[in-house]
């Protein structure tokens, strides 16, 4: 007999299992959109060709008892607690993160709230640590990371808020901009001692180059080394070539 959609969505975890490698729940998600059931939305979007909308999740079914039922956080047939936490909005059942509902993000975020704060033009919670010394960029999460290219403003890997102002699940360069990402100090200096003990062959010693610096924006011209050419201004390796290499006539 052929398995109807109910059942072959339940295969995607075993009777009675407790949640996922996304949550940890004691229930699964009808989805509104073909009827079968799955631990959670990420579950049911990694083995259908369509996704489920969150927001439309009206019933669930409880992994103890199996009773198919209104989603809520405890089940009413045999008190099984679906989860620690429950969204009724967006319908999320997890042990306790310290999650929260923010509004205006119109997602659950991971708390506690008091750590985080929305800003308006970002639309975006951010660090309590960032309110007021930040780069605003509107609606800078709507988009995907430029990286791993991963949905920013719903995926449930932390994105970093780089100097520029942009968004990265990960890297060290933004390449948006080109800003560094993080902090280089430390390996700007390294890169110094490196230079200073790699010299370059005769043919190239009085060769200068323009560059433009990704950092400060400023533009200089400095001595080709092809371990990398070190900004005037702002003393920053992360430069990229603005000119053709020429000889410097009053070193020949």
């Not at 901009?177 to 043919?203: G, I, K, N």
């Not at 200068?208 to 080709?224: A, E, K, M, P």
């Amino acid at each position: 007999m052929a398995a109807t959609a109910q059942e072959d969505g339940v295969r995607s975890q075993e009777r009675g299992q407790r949640g996922c490698e996304h949550y940890d729940r004691g229930c699964l998600l009808k989805a509104p959109c073909c009827d079968k059931l799955y631990t959670c939305r990420l579950c049911h979007d990694n083995n259908e060709d369509h996704q489920l909308d969150r927001f439309k999740v009206k019933e669930v079914q409880c992994i103890n008892c199996e009773k198919i039922q209104h989603a809520q956080q405890t089940c009413e047939e045999c008190s099984t607690l679906f989860g620690e936490y429950y969204c009724s909005i967006c319908h999320l059942f997890d042990k306790d993160k310290k999650q929260y509902h923010c509004e205006n993000c119109g997602i659950c975020r991971i708390g506690p709230k008091e750590d985080f704060f929305h800003c308006l033009k970002c639309n975006l919670c951010l660090a309590m640590n960032l309110q007021g010394k930040h780069k605003c960029i509107e609606n800078v999460s709507r988009q995907n990371c430029p990286i791993c290219l991963e949905d920013i403003h719903t995926s449930r890997v932390v994105a970093h808020v780089l100097p520029c102002g942009h968004l990265l699940h990960r890297g060290y360069r933004c390449p948006l901009c080109m800003h560094s990402a993080l902090d280089m100090t430390r390996y700007w200096r390294q890169l110094d001692d490196e230079v200073a003990q790699t010299p370059m062959p005769s043919e190239y010693q009085n060769m200068t180059v323009d560059i433009l610096c990704n950092d400060c924006n400023g533009r200089s011209t400095v001595q080709f080394h092809i371990l990398g050419m070190k900004c005037k201004i702002c003393e920053s390796y992360n430069t990229a070539q603005a000119g053709g290499r020429r000889i410097s006539l009053d070193q020949q």
